[in-house]
């Protein structure tokens, strides 16, 4: 799932947990993709692309067991357990792990068999392949899926146009018929982890600085 849809996942934790902050509720639901991202920027893990690239379909994730195996997202949800358990915030723990799972569950229904169970266990992948097999499905999911999270969360205005807007910036990637910036990234897979790194970080950002209202008094049971 893109970075956006991502990041409004952290708005439906936070609905759910509404007296916990909501800044590593947003890094917990990209704790993956960071890894993702430092990995392939050390060489650990790899992306390669077709000779052309028309849509995400042509991008692949070749080989990501550390930061997206079933394994890896359920060792770092036992960590955020831990580590707010120690600090006496156990709830803030619960919502972590919440985050970090979600990004594994949403990767799952959209990308290809390319998820593997845990490291050295590359036989067998998960994925349901919606990018490749119903693209313009998959970019109908996500624009529903980024609406429903900002309604969840009962948010403004300006940050339903932030996911809104990100979600149709996103359509070129997923329709080989719309022309977009992915016709520069074939054979260029340290400008795709960079790419994404880039959408990582202003995602992340608007949406925490647009989700920063407090919430009505009884949500929170103020």
Known sequence: MFAINHAATALVIKRG????????????????????VTFNLLGIERT???PAVRS???IHLAFMPYSHSVAASLCLALVCLICAAAF????LGLALAIGVVSHLVLDLLTHAR???IAPGLDSFKLGLGLYSAFPIGAFIFELV???LCWWIYKGGKALLAIILLFNIANLSLLSPTVPG????????PTTIVLFILVQIVITL??????????????LTGE
């Open 17 to 36: 947990f509404p007296n916990q902050p909501i800044i590593p509720m947003l890094i917990s639901v990209q704790l993956m993709e960071l890894l993702w």
């Open 48 to 50: 390669t692309t077709e």
């Open 56 to 58: 995400v379909a042509d």
């Open 88 to 91: 006496h915030r156990p709830w």
């Open 114 to 116: 390319d998820i593997q």
């Open 145 to 147: 899926y980024g609406f």
């Open 181 to 188: 910036p992915e016709s520069l990234l074939a054979n260029r």
């Open 205 to 218: 950002f608007l949406v925490g600085v647009y989700s920063s209202r407090p919430l009505p008094a009884y």
